[in-house]
């Protein structure tokens, strides 16, 4: 069973709508980041967070803004949704210590379409 | 900066028989992890297996198995007697030891025939 919940998992949504991304974890992990998936499923980090009210810009330029005001919470929001910002975001946290040991857990994602 | 790299977009084996996933990276690390991740269609993006730069000997977990060559950079994935359950995408990603961010291939398809 995931210990990382993303919600919802499916999206439809007319443009210009605002959203927000849900994603929670229930291990105590102070690093968290949200990826954005490509139809070619290639992996793009768009923004992560250190801790709390630390949030961080990823490679990868995005329209969407991401706030971290408690550990376990970690949302994303787009204000105003376009047909561009259709794709999988896929959410993930590491361990506090031994991020390179350990790797990350990811959450099931969610697909966002935007009409 | 660092580099994955998956050359394969797509691998197809028959179901019970073996598949190698290629993968090579470029670091200027001596001392970091290697990860294969995999991804079915729809779901959650597991951990396969994973590998310390500084172990000389290959990981195992089950079916699946590593050719860990560090002088070439090279981390391929072997799928032994592959499973329908197998089917999915596979991610190679590479961390340095105190890092925060993986570095992601772009992935290799496998299809599993019955």
């Known amino acids: 069973e995931a210990d990382i919940y993303q919600t919802p998992r499916y999206l439809v949504i007319g443009t210009g709508k605002k959203i927000t991304l849900e994603c929670s974890q229930t291990?105590?992990?102070?690093?968290m980041y949200w990826y954005q998936q490509d139809p070619g499923m290639e992996l793009h980090l768009i923004h992560y967070?250190?801790?709390?009210?630390?949030?961080e810009k990823g490679d990868l330029s995005s329209e969407s803004t991401v706030s971290r005001i408690r550990t376990e919470h970690f949302p994303l929001t787009l204000e105003s949704a376009r047909p561009s910002h259709t794709s999988q975001y896929l959410c993930?946290?590491?361990?506090?210590?031994?991020?390179?040991?350990?790797?990350?857990?990811f959450g099931s994602g969610t697909r966002l379409t935007v009409v | 900066a660092q580099t994955v790299t998956q050359s394969q977009p797509e691998m197809s084996v028959q179901e019970a028989e073996t598949v190698t996933l290629s993968c090579t990276y470029d670091?200027?690390?001596?001392?970091?992890?290697l990860f294969w991740y995999k991804q079915p269609p729809s779901r959650q993006m597991i951990l396969v297996i994973r590998?310390?730069?500084?172990?000389?000997q290959n990981a195992t977990e089950n079916r699946f198995s590593v050719n860990f060559q560090k002088a070439a950079k090279s981390f391929s994935l072997k799928i032994s007697d592959s499973q329908l359950g197998d089917a999915a995408m596979y991610f190679c990603?590479?961390?340095?030891?105190?890092?925060?961010?993986?570095?992601f291939g772009g992935g290799t398809r496998v299809l599993v025939k019955p």
């Open positions: 590998q310390e730069a500084y172990k000389q």
């Open positions: 967070s250190y801790g709390v009210n630390s949030t």
């Open positions: 291990m105590g992990h102070d690093k």
């Open positions: 990603a590479l961390i340095k030891a105190a890092g925060n961010k993986l570095t």
């Open positions: 670091t200027s690390e001596s001392d970091y992890y």
């Open positions: 993930a946290s590491s361990e506090p210590t031994g991020t390179g040991r350990y790797g990350y857990t």
